[in-house]
């Protein structure tokens, strides 16, 4: 086709594309985009887990979609054409959910929808996908996808286990029988303030870890 | 005396730089400052010490803090045995309430003091003394039936990241002990809030008499039922239900007075919060809408921990406004809000707590405006002079 020199499917570079995100270019925790859902949907793992996999499906798709049209777009409608892209996959995502998954989805309520202004879709569009060919699009919307799931998975599974005592439902703490010396579960923990303590701490140990992410 | 300066000489070249100890010599430090007097000066250039340092700036807090503490170990017992009916006396009802409480205490200080001491050690800071206020005043704000775990647990996340994440003492945004009731308040409600957690024994019941119902008189009021309030007097004295250090005004006047003698504590900050409690508890009495708007306003002072919040709390030199005219506004401010969360929303019977930490928040912004309007003001001046001097 158009390039001349082409990479191999899975070239480093194109791997680095799936990878950075998750940890070294993480949206959540270093560009810090995205983080109203991460607070809203992470009191429960499951809804969590849905979200995540909704983000990644719409951010990745709507990647291929927008880099494969990149040439026919006019520059100064852009941002609409991305928008009506983003939506139509929201839609279908939604419908897919209420149908296959209404008790998760009703859990989501809103937050679904509100995937359309998830600065981490429009960000990528722009940034990537309007000068970047269809297959590395695709790779950097999973390896974003995957990088704003991770924190969500993280976030969630500690708001759940310390806030409800369950994890995907399933009373843990009871069947290990903590409740009986005393324990309680922690009500602050289903307050979305937690969520922003634990996705702190979370960029407090990364930054730690990796000490070229510390901002001057 | 002699023989313990010596012991420490001896020790000292261990924990020096390159010693088998070095990693420990903040511990060390902290513990000779501890026993004696710094030996540090300054090298260069002329400076003038104060022998007001941290460690007495705290330890007059701490003698601040003495008689509510006494008295919250009094009324500590008093309480439980009226719960039970029983009038064994004062010092019995005192002895009681302090073996119940020296737990709190101890927790509070163990953990602490261990994170700080950590901390310390990692950084390679000194150890300072600035937890040795705030270990204190934790256990006083807490109702005293309050599981120990939880208060650990309130207690690291205080230090943590209350304190230590900002970069330790007098780098905290907010009021450490504050944040660990805020903490407790919305993680375990049920241990925090209601009739049962402020009488020792209460929750488990064991033995209580008909008719004691350990209600504070903030509770009594949320629920609106202002004619069963104990007396002015009673409130005024603090044998009351409560958490332990904020039933008796009394004392906590008493240790006002310490505070504000040894200029220690703002006494602009005091008297503001009191005049903006003032303010808008004569607002709330003109309203009149309810029972509770109704309760004449000096009944606010003496009522919760409003007056243990605007003495112990709201002066807290590093989470509170530094400028003096700042001071007036914040606490006026904190007075205001007190009331104002106290009485119109009943999902929080005490505002007084989370009035600190909203304006502990805003403390920096008031600063901020404060030197600007000065610079500005200057500025005039020194414009206006100009201006005269030219013509």
């Known amino acids: 086709m158009e390039g001349k020199e082409k990479d191999p499917l899975f070239s480093g570079k194109n791997i680095k594309l799936l990878t950075d995100q998750i940890n070294r270019n993480n949206p959540i925790t270093v560009q810090v985009l995205g983080i109203c859902s991460a607070l809203a949907v992470t009191v429960k793992l499951k809804p969590a887990l849905v979200m995540a996999l909704s983000v990644t499906i719409v951010v990745a ?106 994890l995907m439902g399933y009373p843990v703490l009871e069947k290990i029988g903590i409740y009986r010396i005393g324990y309680e579960n922690n009500g602050m923990m289903i307050l979305p303030p937690m969520a922003l303590i634990v996705v702190g701490l979370i960029i407090w140990f990364q930054r730690s870890r990796n000490k070229s992410l510390i901002e001057k | 005396m002699n023989s313990l300066r010596k012991t420490i000489d001896k020790l000292k070249p261990h924990f020096e730089e390159g010693g088998r100890f070095s990693k420990l010599r903040s511990v060390f430090e902290g513990f000779e400052s501890f026993l004696f007097v710094s030996e540090k000066v300054t090298f260069r250039g002329a400076h003038i010490r104060d022998s007001i340092d941290l460690k007495r700036t705290m330890t007059v807090v701490i003698i601040a803090l003495m008689p509510v503490l006494l008295f919250g170990c009094y009324n500590t017992g008093l309480q439980h045995f009226r719960s039970i009916g029983e009038d064994p006396g004062v010092l019995a009802s005192f002895w009681f309430g302090f073996v119940k409480l020296l737990p709190l205490i101890i927790v509070s200080y163990v953990v602490g003091l261990g994170i700080e001491f950590i901390a310390a050690q990692i950084r390679g800071h000194e150890i300072n003394e600035g937890y040795l206020v705030t270990g204190l005043l934790i256990p006083l704000i807490m109702p005293i039936d309050i599981p120990l775990w939880m208060l650990a647990l309130s207690v690291a996340f205080a230090v943590i990241l209350g304190k230590e994440v900002f970069g330790g003492t007098g780098m905290n945004i907010f009021n450490p002990a504050l944040l660990a009731r805020a903490f407790l308040f919305f993680s375990y409600p049920g241990w925090m809030t209601g009739d049962k957690v402020w009488t020792e024994g209460l929750v488990s019941g064991a033995g209580v008499i008909d008719g ?95 007056a243990f919040g605007a003495v112990y709390m709201a002066t807290d030199p590093v989470s509170g406004s530094q400028t003096e005219t700042g001071k007036w506004i914040y606490g006026f401010l904190i007075g205001l809000l007190s009331i104002l969360f106290r009485v119109l929303n009943p999902a929080y019977p005490e505002g007084v707590m989370l009035a600190i930490l909203l304006m502990n928040l805003f403390a920096p912004l008031i600063d901020y405006y404060v030197v600007q309007s000065n610079i500005r003001r200057r500025l005039k001046r020194a414009q206006l002079a100009t201006n005269n001097l030219v013509k």
Not at chain 1, 73 to 102: E, G, H, N, S
Not at chain 1, 152 to 157: D, N, T, Y
Not at chain 2, 233 to 261: D, K, Q, R
């Open chain 1, 61 to 166: 798709v709507s990647n291929v979609v927008i880099a494969a049209m990149r040439k026919y777009i006019p520059d100064r409608i852009r941002i609409i054409v991305q928008l009506v892209v983003i939506a139509t996959l929201v839609i279908i995502v939604d419908q897919v959910l209420k149908a296959y998954a209404f008790d998760v989805s009703k859990q989501l309520s809103v937050f679904v929808g509100l995937i359309i202004t998830n600065c981490i879709i429009m960000g990528r569009l722009e940034a990537f996908a309007m000068a970047n060919k269809p297959w590395p699009s695709f790779l950097d919307g999973l390896g974003n996808g995957a990088g704003y799931g991770i924190i969500l998975i993280i976030v969630s599974f500690f708001r759940e286990l310390l806030g409800s005592g369950t």
């Open chain 2, 212 to 306: 004691y119902s350990g209600a504070t008189p903030l509770g009594l009021c949320a629920l609106g039922e202002t004619a069963k309030l104990p007396s002015f007097m009673n409130m005024f004295l603090g044998t009351i239900p409560g958490s332990v250090g904020e039933t008796s005004t009394v004392a906590i006047l008493l240790g006002a007075v310490i505070l504000i003698v040894t200029g220690i504590g703002s006494w602009k900050i005091i008297v503001s919060v009191f005049g903006g409690g003032l303010v808008m508890g004569l607002l709330l009495n003109a309203l009149s809408a309810n029972p509770y708007m109704e309760l004449p306003f000096y009944y606010h002072f003496v009522m919760g921990g409003f």
